[in-house]
Protein backbone atom coordinates (compact mmCIF):
# COMPACT_ATOMS: atom_id res chain seq x y z
CA UNK A 1 0.00 0.00 0.00
CA UNK A 2 1.42 3.27 -0.63
CA UNK A 3 1.90 6.31 1.38
CA UNK A 4 0.58 10.07 1.49
CA UNK A 5 3.50 12.26 2.01
CA UNK A 6 3.11 15.99 2.22
CA UNK A 7 6.18 17.95 2.44
CA UNK A 8 7.81 21.51 1.66
CA UNK A 9 11.51 21.51 0.68
CA UNK A 10 13.41 24.78 -0.78
CA UNK A 11 13.43 25.49 -4.32
CA UNK A 12 15.51 28.21 -6.39
CA UNK A 13 13.63 27.96 -9.65
CA UNK A 14 12.30 31.38 -10.43
CA UNK A 15 13.87 33.27 -7.69
CA UNK A 16 14.30 36.11 -9.64
CA UNK A 17 10.45 36.34 -10.41
CA UNK A 18 9.49 35.79 -6.37
CA UNK A 19 12.20 38.66 -5.59
CA UNK A 20 9.94 41.22 -7.83
CA UNK A 21 6.94 39.55 -6.74
CA UNK A 22 6.80 38.46 -3.53
CA UNK A 23 3.41 37.48 -3.03
CA UNK A 24 3.16 35.34 -6.11
CA UNK A 25 1.40 31.86 -5.54
CA UNK A 26 2.22 29.19 -8.24
CA UNK A 27 -0.29 26.19 -8.08
CA UNK A 28 0.45 23.05 -9.99
CA UNK A 29 -2.11 21.61 -12.32
CA UNK A 30 -0.64 19.22 -14.94
CA UNK A 31 2.70 18.11 -16.06
CA UNK A 32 3.09 16.53 -19.36
CA UNK A 33 5.86 15.86 -22.10
CA UNK A 34 5.47 18.25 -24.74
CA UNK A 35 6.34 15.26 -27.42
CA UNK A 36 8.95 16.42 -29.37
CA UNK A 37 11.92 14.34 -29.57
CA UNK A 38 13.31 15.80 -26.45
CA UNK A 39 10.39 15.29 -24.51
CA UNK A 40 10.76 18.47 -21.99
CA UNK A 41 8.53 18.44 -19.39
CA UNK A 42 5.33 21.13 -19.84
CA UNK A 43 4.05 22.17 -16.83
CA UNK A 44 0.93 24.07 -16.67
CA UNK A 45 -0.05 26.20 -12.97
CA UNK A 46 -2.31 29.19 -11.97
CA UNK A 47 -0.22 32.12 -11.05
CA UNK A 48 -2.50 34.17 -8.44
CA UNK A 49 -1.75 36.91 -5.66
CA UNK A 50 -0.33 39.24 -8.40
CA UNK A 51 -1.27 41.63 -11.60
CA UNK A 52 -0.70 39.34 -14.86
CA UNK A 53 1.18 41.77 -16.76
CA UNK A 54 3.88 42.08 -13.94
CA UNK A 55 3.75 38.25 -14.15
CA UNK A 56 4.10 37.99 -17.86
CA UNK A 57 6.81 40.48 -17.89
CA UNK A 58 9.28 39.24 -14.69
CA UNK A 59 9.16 35.90 -16.25
CA UNK A 60 10.28 37.11 -19.57
CA UNK A 61 13.16 38.31 -18.03
CA UNK A 62 13.78 35.32 -15.63
CA UNK A 63 16.29 33.17 -16.66
CA UNK A 64 14.87 30.00 -15.62
CA UNK A 65 11.87 30.64 -17.75
CA UNK A 66 12.20 29.24 -21.34
CA UNK A 67 8.43 29.97 -22.76
CA UNK A 68 5.03 31.23 -21.00
CA UNK A 69 2.02 30.93 -22.32
CA UNK A 70 -1.66 32.42 -21.26
CA UNK A 71 -4.00 29.77 -21.37
CA UNK A 72 -7.30 30.51 -19.69
CA UNK A 73 -8.18 33.45 -16.77
CA UNK A 74 -11.19 32.06 -13.84
CA UNK A 75 -11.49 34.50 -11.28
CA UNK A 76 -8.33 36.14 -10.00
CA UNK A 77 -6.54 33.60 -11.08
CA UNK A 78 -4.62 32.66 -14.54
CA UNK A 79 -3.44 29.24 -15.70
CA UNK A 80 -0.18 29.26 -18.19
CA UNK A 81 1.54 26.71 -19.92
CA UNK A 82 5.41 26.88 -19.10
CA UNK A 83 8.40 25.78 -20.06
CA UNK A 84 11.89 25.81 -17.98
CA UNK A 85 15.34 26.92 -19.57
CA UNK A 86 18.14 25.06 -19.10
CA UNK A 87 18.91 26.67 -15.95
CA UNK A 88 15.63 26.18 -14.87
CA UNK A 89 15.60 22.20 -15.80
CA UNK A 90 18.55 22.21 -13.51
CA UNK A 91 16.62 23.32 -10.43
CA UNK A 92 13.55 21.47 -10.98
CA UNK A 93 13.29 18.09 -8.79
CA UNK A 94 10.24 16.69 -10.86
CA UNK A 95 12.38 14.01 -12.69
CA UNK A 96 13.45 12.32 -9.08
CA UNK A 97 9.36 12.03 -8.65
CA UNK A 98 8.65 10.39 -12.16
CA UNK A 99 11.99 8.70 -11.32
CA UNK A 100 10.52 7.09 -8.51
CA UNK A 101 6.81 6.10 -9.36
CA UNK A 102 5.52 9.05 -7.42
CA UNK A 103 2.47 10.74 -8.35
CA UNK A 104 2.22 14.81 -7.32
CA UNK A 105 -1.56 15.44 -5.93
CA UNK A 106 -1.09 19.00 -4.62
CA UNK A 107 1.61 21.47 -5.87
CA UNK A 108 1.82 25.11 -4.53
CA UNK A 109 4.89 27.11 -5.08
CA UNK A 110 5.41 30.63 -2.78
CA UNK A 111 8.54 32.91 -1.91
CA UNK A 112 9.17 30.20 1.12
CA UNK A 113 9.15 27.22 -0.54
CA UNK A 114 7.43 24.25 -2.63
CA UNK A 115 4.63 22.42 -0.44
CA UNK A 116 3.31 19.46 -1.86
CA UNK A 117 1.06 16.46 -1.37
CA UNK A 118 2.67 13.43 -3.25
CA UNK A 119 1.48 9.66 -3.43
CA UNK A 120 4.83 7.76 -2.55
CA UNK A 121 5.08 3.88 -3.11
CA UNK A 122 7.47 3.23 -0.71
CA UNK A 123 9.71 4.89 2.41
CA UNK A 124 12.59 4.28 -0.03
CA UNK A 125 11.26 6.58 -2.77
CA UNK A 126 10.69 9.08 -0.17
CA UNK A 127 13.77 8.62 1.42
CA UNK A 128 15.52 9.22 -1.98
CA UNK A 129 13.95 12.64 -2.45
CA UNK A 130 15.00 13.78 0.53
CA UNK A 131 19.04 12.90 -0.16
CA UNK A 132 17.70 14.52 -3.64
CA UNK A 133 17.16 18.02 -1.35
CA UNK A 134 20.44 17.87 -0.09
CA UNK A 135 22.19 16.91 -3.15
CA UNK A 136 21.71 20.30 -3.97
CA UNK A 137 21.74 21.73 -0.25
CA UNK A 138 18.34 22.39 -0.41
CA UNK A 139 16.28 22.51 3.50
CA UNK A 140 13.16 19.39 3.64
CA UNK A 141 10.59 19.20 6.02
CA UNK A 142 7.95 16.18 5.73
CA UNK A 143 5.42 17.63 7.57
CA UNK A 144 3.31 14.18 7.81
CA UNK A 145 3.27 10.80 6.48
CA UNK A 146 0.22 8.28 6.38
CA UNK A 147 -1.08 5.36 4.64
CA UNK A 148 -3.97 6.26 2.15
CA UNK A 149 -7.66 5.69 4.14
CA UNK A 150 -9.01 2.02 3.02
CA UNK A 151 -12.38 1.73 1.75
CA UNK A 152 -11.70 4.35 -1.13
CA UNK A 153 -9.81 2.99 -4.17
CA UNK A 154 -7.85 5.32 -6.24
CA UNK A 155 -6.17 3.27 -9.10
CA UNK A 156 -3.41 5.52 -8.78
CA UNK A 157 -5.30 8.53 -10.36
CA UNK A 158 -4.72 11.83 -9.37
CA UNK A 159 -8.05 13.83 -7.53
CA UNK A 160 -7.53 16.45 -10.67
CA UNK A 161 -7.94 13.06 -12.90
CA UNK A 162 -10.25 11.72 -10.73
CA UNK A 163 -12.26 14.92 -10.93
CA UNK A 164 -11.90 14.98 -14.89
CA UNK A 165 -12.94 11.46 -15.89
CA UNK A 166 -15.97 11.35 -14.02
CA UNK A 167 -17.06 14.47 -15.54
CA UNK A 168 -16.35 13.52 -18.72
CA UNK A 169 -18.46 9.85 -18.13
CA UNK A 170 -21.08 11.92 -16.66
CA UNK A 171 -20.97 14.37 -19.56
CA UNK A 172 -21.29 11.76 -22.02
CA UNK A 173 -17.39 11.84 -23.13
CA UNK A 174 -17.05 8.36 -23.23
CA UNK A 175 -20.73 7.32 -25.20
CA UNK A 176 -20.99 6.30 -28.76
CA UNK A 177 -21.39 8.76 -30.08
CA UNK A 178 -20.38 11.04 -27.65
CA UNK A 179 -22.55 13.20 -26.11
CA UNK A 180 -19.78 15.99 -25.60
CA UNK A 181 -16.49 17.08 -26.63
CA UNK A 182 -12.94 17.79 -25.64
CA UNK A 183 -13.50 21.40 -25.82
CA UNK A 184 -16.76 21.73 -23.90
CA UNK A 185 -15.23 19.65 -21.07
CA UNK A 186 -12.28 21.90 -21.13
CA UNK A 187 -14.08 24.91 -20.58
CA UNK A 188 -16.00 23.67 -17.60
CA UNK A 189 -12.07 23.19 -15.79
CA UNK A 190 -10.74 26.54 -17.56
CA UNK A 191 -7.81 24.46 -18.99
CA UNK A 192 -6.77 23.80 -22.45
CA UNK A 193 -8.12 20.95 -24.57
CA UNK A 194 -4.08 19.99 -24.56
CA UNK A 195 -4.35 19.90 -20.86
CA UNK A 196 -7.16 18.18 -20.27
CA UNK A 197 -6.74 15.17 -23.02
CA UNK A 198 -3.23 14.70 -21.31
CA UNK A 199 -5.08 14.63 -17.67
CA UNK A 200 -8.00 12.12 -19.48
CA UNK A 201 -5.07 9.87 -21.00
CA UNK A 202 -3.28 9.50 -17.71
CA UNK A 203 -5.58 8.68 -15.82
CA UNK A 204 -7.23 6.16 -18.32
CA UNK A 205 -3.49 4.63 -18.09
CA UNK A 206 -3.26 4.71 -14.16
CA UNK A 207 -7.04 2.96 -14.35
CA UNK A 208 -5.55 0.31 -16.81
CA UNK A 209 -2.39 -0.64 -15.19
CA UNK A 210 -4.39 -0.90 -11.56
CA UNK A 211 -7.52 -3.08 -13.11
CA UNK A 212 -6.88 -5.03 -16.19
CA UNK A 213 -3.20 -5.18 -16.40
CA UNK A 214 -3.03 -6.02 -12.45
CA UNK A 215 -5.31 -8.85 -13.24
CA UNK A 216 -3.44 -10.12 -16.25
CA UNK A 217 0.05 -10.47 -14.25
CA UNK A 218 -2.29 -11.65 -11.16
CA UNK A 219 -1.21 -8.71 -8.84
Known sequence: MSFIAEWTHELHVLEHTFERLPDLKLS???IHQSGSEESENVFYHWASGVDFEAFEAAMDADPHCDTL???STVGDRRLYRITASEDGQREILYPVVAESDMVILDSTLTREGLESRVRVPSRAALVTFKEACQNKSLWFSLNRL???QPGRRDYGV????REALLAALDAGYFAVPRETTLQEL???FGVSDQALSARLRRGQAHLLRQTLAAAEHGT
Open 28 to 30: LEE
Open 186 to 188: AST
Open 69 to 71: API
Open 158 to 161: TDAQ
Open 146 to 148: YRE
